[in-house]
Each structure stands twice: as structure tokens, then as C-alpha cells.
């Protein structure tokens, strides 16, 4: 079993939708919880980052964190053709966040 | 462009044949991270660097893998004996760590394609 767990689409939703997007972790040593956006033939971009439980919210989109469920989620809201990616989360145990296991990715397309 | 930057961006070889890639980081950047991605994968860690040392590395990276970063700049990633199964996109990571900094963030390069025939 995988330590990070990640459906992988691909997630085809229209343009204005609120997009989730969720991640079932098994090691609950992980406190530092990211979200990578990845364009195609790009690296990873980093969206956002979540130090252990709670919501943090940027612009349109909002992180959330379930520790006792190890559940994490990204929230994308009025969604746009340009948010199709591939969207990662990726957590950390250490503090430095140095040694980062991703999960999957999921394929989003925002249809306009 | 101060980003990371990677070279090549593709690579084609055949089998048995060694490879390298560079990486820069950005420029203030004290990590450097290499990782390996297939398609449909995520990156999967493979090894990192605190300026000139080499702190982790994976069990992913067997011996014919082998990471520099010499002088605690740029960074080479070289396979040798390419097998079928190396063909990936290696990523490369850096970010700045210090005193007072609870977390690093990675930023990424746009990757080195590796296909072996």
C-alpha cells in the first residue's frame, strides 16, 4: 500500500464549477501537507502548503486538513480553463518539509 | 528566467549507455533535490544536497545512479548502464533552508525527459 493515496481522474468538470480534490494518507507521521499544480511537460508548482490540522485559503483555492481522518483536500472554486493540470499533493514528516512523498497526481480539465 | 533550470530537456540512449544531467538551482538556493517521475506517477525522491553533501538517498538510487553537487552549486545526475526501466522524467528541486525558517519550499525545474531504447 502507498503511503499517499490519490484518485487519478482524469476529474472533467465546466468552467465556474467548485472543483475537490482529496488525498488519503497512512503515515501519521506526516504534519506538512502540500498541493503542486503540474501543466503538462512542466515541473511542479507549488499552490499550497498546511502545517499540520486546519484550513488555509488562498484566492480560489482553499486546503484543508484532517489529521485524525488522514484526509487532505483542495478546494478549487469558480474553476477556469487554465486550472486544467495535474494536481499533486505531497506531504512531509520533517519540519524542513526536505524528504516530500507525493501522491499520484489527479488529471483535471476545466471544459469552457 | 531565475528559476531552476535543467539540461537536457530530452534525452534519448540506448540500452547499456551512461547518461548525465545537470541541474542549477536558483541561485541563493543552499538544497538541491533530485527526483524521478513516470507517467501517471508522482516524483519520487531520489536524493538531496545541503550545499556540497549529499544527506539522503533513496533506495530507489541503486549503484549505477550517482548525484555530485561539488562545489554547492549546479548538480549532475548520471545513470550508467541504462536499462528500459530508467525511462522517466528526472526532476530537479532546490530551496533554501536556514536558522528561523520552519519550512523549505521546493521549487521545481522543468525535468529532463530520459527515454532508453
Known amino acids: 500500500q502507498k503511503e499517499v493515496e490519490q484518485d487519478p481522474g482524469p476529474l472533467s468538470v465546466p468552467e465556474g464549477a467548485i472543483v475537490s480534490l482529496n488525498c488519503t494518507y497512512s503515515?501519521?507521521?506526516?504534519?506538512?501537507f502540500m498541493w503542486y499544480r503540474q501543466y503538462s511537460r512542466k515541473g511542479p508548482e507549488l499552490l499550497m502548503y498546511?502545517?499540520?490540522?486546519g484550513n488555509k485559503e488562498d484566492g480560489r483555492f482553499t486546503a484543508q486538513v484532517d489529521k485524525s481522518s488522514k484526509y487532505i483536500s483542495l478546494f478549487i472554486r469558480d474553476s477556469q480553463p487554465s486550472d486544467s493540470a495535474t494536481y499533486l499533493c505531497?506531504?512531509?514528516?520533517?519540519?524542513?518539509?526536505?524528504?516530500?512523498?507525493f501522491g499520484s497526481g489527479t488529471r483535471l480539465s476545466i471544459r469552457p | 528566467d531565475t528559476g531552476v533550470s535543467q539540461d537536457p530537456r530530452h534525452k534519448i540512449t540506448k540500452r547499456g549507455q551512461n547518461v548525465t544531467f545537470r541541474c542549477d538551482p536558483i541561485?541563493?538556493?543552499?538544497?538541491l533535490y533530485w527526483y524521478r517521475q513516470t507517467l501517471g506517477q508522482g516524483p519520487e525522491f531520489l536524493t538531496y544536497?545541503?550545499?556540497?553533501?549529499?544527506?539522503?538517498k533513496s533506495r530507489l538510487l541503486s549503484d549505477r545512479f550517482s548525484a555530485e553537487r561539488p562545489k554547492g552549486s549546479f548538480s549532475t545526475l548520471e545513470i550508467q548502464r541504462t536499462e528500459q526501466g530508467d525511462s522517466a522524467m528526472y526532476l530537479c528541486?532546490?530551496?533554501?533552508?536556514?536558522?528561523?525558517?520552519?519550512?523549505?519550499?521546493?521549487?521545481f525545474g522543468p525535468g529532463t525527459r530520459l527515454t532508453v531504447l
Open positions: 528541486a532546490s530551496s533554501l533552508t536556514g536558522a528561523g525558517r520552519n519550512t523549505d519550499t521546493q521549487y
Open positions: 498546511t502545517y499540520s490540522s
Open positions: 541561485s541563493e538556493h543552499n538544497r
Open positions: 544536497f545541503q550545499n556540497e553533501a549529499q544527506l539522503e
Open positions: 505531497a506531504m512531509s514528516a520533517d519540519s524542513s518539509a526536505s524528504k516530500i512523498i
Open positions: 503515515n501519521s507521521a506526516f504534519q506538512y
